[in-house]
């Protein structure tokens, strides 16, 4: 059901935990057709449930108590409200099964952290509403890659352009208008994102469809569906990394099966000439910031980089999935991060937080993925700097590979050309200059031969 415009909704929140509430209230803000009710316990919610008349269209649980008590509150959920879906949040606290919550009726199971971006997509895949004016919050958005646009054909969704400073989203065009060609050339010029509500994706993809068709594009999917797909299949993978279920060889093969189904999907191993390498960089550079995100931008940057290098596929390959997987290791930091950023951890957090490339690591052997050492190894040294100051090991430059020395370009050039509140994203020409200066300089982190060959390469295609 989607709710009528100003009419509410009921969501129903269960923890014990305060943080808990407050990480659903930081995720849903600005959601106002949503009425979040939170249940410390299950009796609490049964109680209530009963007496007010209440109807949840949506229940968000905490599963950080164990598989055990977690099916509990599915249970019980799924026995008064039988129509309600059930989206599980878990974090490092406490390892769950999720083949036995999903037989108890969970419809979802989400990290309340790594797949943070992801749980507003599914919250309103499964509890749809909606919003009008411009209080609608970014995270009920979704960018649009402007390739996947046509000035003359009639759009069938709403186009919004999203203002940080003022924390609004102002309607550009209705569906039934069509986008003009000046508005498209802006929003190239300018590098602006366009976006559309999240709950009119299905009809995005299909007016880019009958858009690829019309331009006689082979395999009629557009750049946004694929970004968004490979998300999923991303989404997929970490529920398997963070399953407590029993693993066997399988499994594993299938896991990288999915990251080279990504690899392929991109064609990021695809021959390409400098000046169109140079492009696909620059498409990719002035994405947000994000766990995922970050996993498409560096697998991409990560593949690129090798083939401008002279690599061979298999090597770019390697790139590619080194990329893909480098941060699952972030999904066992304290649930206590998930609102800041790096630079507000503690201390504490900090040394978690140096412990996430070997985590990813560790994560990979203990689902039994087949990846040769290379690639295990490189995502261990995506943050070694060389100069003994980068983590975890502190690695000096010649105990770091030559895989692992390209992943950590790749890392350093996504950081500088990535949308990022209070930092100002610099472009592809200007990070690779900055960081070639920064490694002549001696005060770089990164490789000093790499990036100078990179830079050198990259010349002709930026001049």
């Not at 390739?147 to 065009?173: C, G, K």
């Not at 039934?176 to 050339?185: A, F, M, S, T």
């Not at 690129?304 to 997987?325: D, M, N, P």
């Not at 994203?425 to 300089?441: G, H, P, W």
């Amino acid at each position: 059901m989607t709710s009528a415009s100003g009419k509410t909704v009921d969501v129903l929140i269960g923890s014990p935990r305060d943080s808990f509430w407050e990480t659903i209230t930081v995720v849903l803000k600005g959601y106002y057709p949503y009425r979040l009710k939170h249940f410390r316990s299950i009796d609490e919610s049964l109680d209530y449930g009963n007496s007010e008349g209440f109807s949840p269209i949506l229940a968000l649980v905490d599963g950080q108590d164990g598989t055990n008590l977690t099916s509990e509150w599915i249970q019980s959920t799924k026995m008064n409200f039988p129509d309600c879906p059930v989206i599980v949040l878990h974090s490092s606290l406490a390892p769950l099964d999720f083949e036995v919550l999903k037989k108890n009726g969970a419809d979802q199971i989400m990290h309340i952290n790594f797949d943070r971006e992801f749980i507003s997509d599914m919250v309103l895949k499964l509890a749809p509403i909606n919003m009008e004016g411009d209080q609608i919050p970014i995270t009920a958005l979704m960018p649009v890659d402007l390739r996947d646009m046509d000035a003359d054909t009639q759009i069938n969704f709403d186009v919004y352009v999203h203002l940080p400073a003022n924390h609004r989203s102002v309607l550009m065009r209705k569906a039934g208008d069509i986008v003009d060609q000046k508005h498209l050339d802006k929003f190239k010029t300018l590098r602006q994102q366009m976006y559309i509500k999240k709950t009119q994706m299905g009809q995005f993809f299909e007016y880019a469809r009958t858009v690829m068709s019309m331009r006689n594009m082979p395999f009629p999917i557009s750049m946004t569906e694929k970004f968004h797909r490979s998300k999923q299949v991303i989404y997929q993978i970490m529920a398997q990394f963070l399953s407590g279920s029993a693993t066997d060889y399988s499994e594993g093969k299938e896991i990288l099966d999915k990251c080279k189904s990504i690899v392929a999907d991109f064609e990021l191993t695809k021959d390409l000439s400098t000046d169109e390498l140079f492009d696909e960089i620059s498409r990719f550079a002035g994405n947000n910031r994000t766990l995922y995100h970050d996993c498409i931008c560096l697998s991409a940057y990560a593949a690129y980089f090798a083939q401008l290098l002279g690599w061979s596929v298999e090597k770019r390959e390697a790139a590619a999935i080194a990329g893909l997987l480098h941060n699952i290791g972030l999904a066992q930091l304290p649930a206590s991060v998930g609102c800041k950023s790096v630079t507000e951890y503690s201390n504490e957090e900090q040394s978690e937080y140096h412990l996430y490339p070997e985590r990813s690591v560790n994560m990979v052997k203990a689902k039994k993925v087949p990846l040769p050492l290379e690639i295990a190894e490189a995502i261990g040294q995506h943050r070694e700097t060389g100069n003994g100051k980068g983590f975890p090991k502190k690695l000096q430059g010649g105990d770091i590979s030559e895989l692992g020395k390209l992943l950590g370009f790749a890392y350093r050039f996504h950081e500088m050309t990535a949308l990022q509140e209070n930092q100002k994203a610099r472009t592809a020409s200007q990070a690779i200059a900055d960081l070639r200066d920064e490694a002549l300089s001696g005060n770089g982190e990164v490789d000093l031969l790499l990036t100078t060959s990179l830079f050198k390469k990259w010349k002709p295609a930026a001049a």
